[in-house]
T-cell receptor, first 108, second 116 residues
């Protein structure tokens, strides 16, 4: 069974303090790894899909990278509006298996 | 832009009532999903559908049923609501076979259901 583990559970950052979130996975044959952002009381918002080790995707202050066993979401010079819960998921047939998420709080 | 809409943002029902939650997507997606999300438990898959009239159980189907009569519409039914079904319910859709899109899921805004 696919397993997705995210760490840390929570991350408190000062504005401008770059950091990384980790998503480790065990899956027989990765077909896709997905990152989402979720604001309180809202549905998750799709950010990135990664397919193969070495692949990178960027969007504003976020960059996602992928190795054979884990993915990182790097937040560069974060702003308070980057505060959210970040979820990762792996593809399992036509479903996704989600991790529990990392809640990021960025203080001004 | 993919749009997934849900029939209600907030809903309050009494124990034993039958509850319908409806989800509509406008991207001609084959797959549709219903999740519930509770603090500390993350997203849990209730049911999903990969085609009209087709359904598959997810991780926590007990107490729920679903209906997919049209491709764009997926309904979640609580036959007899109970207090432990108080939760945030999220609908999602994915994959367009004509465009061979990826399997990323697009979520609706969620329905906060309270059962009293």
């Amino acid at each position: 069974e696919d397993q997705v583990t995210q760490s840390p559970e929570a991350l408190r950052l000062q504005e401008g303090e770059s950091s990384s979130l980790n998503c480790s996975y065990t899956v027989s044959g990765l077909r896709g790894l997905f990152w989402y952002r979720q604001d309180p009381g809202k549905g998750p918002e799709f950010l990135f899909t990664l397919y193969s080790a070495g692949e990178e995707k960027e969007k504003e202050r976020l960059k996602a990278t992928l190795t054979k066993k884990e993915s990182f979401l790097h937040i560069t010079a974060p702003k308070p509006e980057d505060s959210a819960t970040y979820l990762c998921a792996v593809q399992d047939w036509n479903k996704l298996s989600f991790g529990a998420g990392t809640t990021v709080t960025v203080r001004a | 832009d993919v749009k997934v809409t849900q029939s209600s943002r907030y809903l309050v029902k009494r124990t034993g009532e039958k509850v319908f939650l409806e989800c509509v997507q406008d991207m001609d997606h084959e797959n549709m999903f219903w999740y519930r999300q509770d603090p500390g438990l993350g997203l849990r898959l209730i049911y999903f559908s990969y085609d009209v009239k087709m359904k598959e159980k997810g991780d926590i189907p007990e107490g729920y049923s679903v209906s997919r009569e049209k491709k764009e519409r997926f309904s979640l039914i609580l036959e007899s609501a109970s207090t432990n079904q108080t939760s945030m319910y999220l609908c999602a859709s994915s994959f367009n076979s004509r465009t061979r899109s990826s399997y990323e899921q697009y979520f609706g805004p969620g329905t906060r259901l309270t059962v009293t």
